[in-house]
């Protein structure tokens, strides 16, 4: 494989669609060497980077507005206090509220008549 501008985290792209265009590389398919030399974070310090670079500086990270980004929450590069408690329980409700929905669903098709039934009362 060759690699573009020295950089073995991209390579020539093996779509057609892309028409040769150097693109980047899939990281599940990255070996160790090939990530040797560059500072990768990972987590919340990742997180705390990428907001620094998209809002600046920290002062901005910390006033960001976009509270509909989904790195928001954790833009500090800290896990802010009840958090993962709130996210447990709406995780809660979320499956309990799927279960209920299934509960329903499966009561729905059993209280429902048959194919055969259907049939049956359609050719009366
Ligand atoms: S939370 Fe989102 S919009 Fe705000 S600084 Fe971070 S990356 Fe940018």
């Known amino acids: 494989?060759?690699?573009?501008?020295?950089?073995?985290l991209l390579q020539v792209s093996p779509f057609a669609s892309d028409g040769g265009a150097v693109i980047g590389r899939d990281p599940r398919d990255i070996q160790s060497d090939d990530w040797r030399g560059n500072p990768f974070l990972i987590g919340l310090k990742a997180i705390r980077a990428k907001c620094l670079d998209c809002a600046f500086d920290a002062k901005e990270v910390r006033k960001c507005v976009q509270t509909d980004c989904p790195l928001w929450?954790?833009?500090?590069?800290?896990?802010?206090?009840?958090?993962n408690q709130a996210r447990q329980e709406?995780?809660?409700?979320?499956?309990?509220?799927?279960?209920?929905?299934?509960?329903?669903?499966?009561g729905a098709e059993k209280n429902a008549p048959s194919t055969d039934q259907n049939v049956a009362e359609m050719s009366k």
Do not use: D, H, W, Y
């Not at 494989?1 to 073995?8: D, V």
């Not at 799927?98 to 499966?106: D, H, N, P």
């Open 90 to 106: 709406a995780e809660f409700s979320e499956v309990t509220e799927e279960r209920l929905t299934i509960a329903a669903r499966m």
């Open 73 to 83: 929450p954790l833009r500090m590069g800290t896990v802010p206090k009840g958090f």
């Open 1 to 8: 494989m060759s690699i573009p501008f020295g950089n073995p």
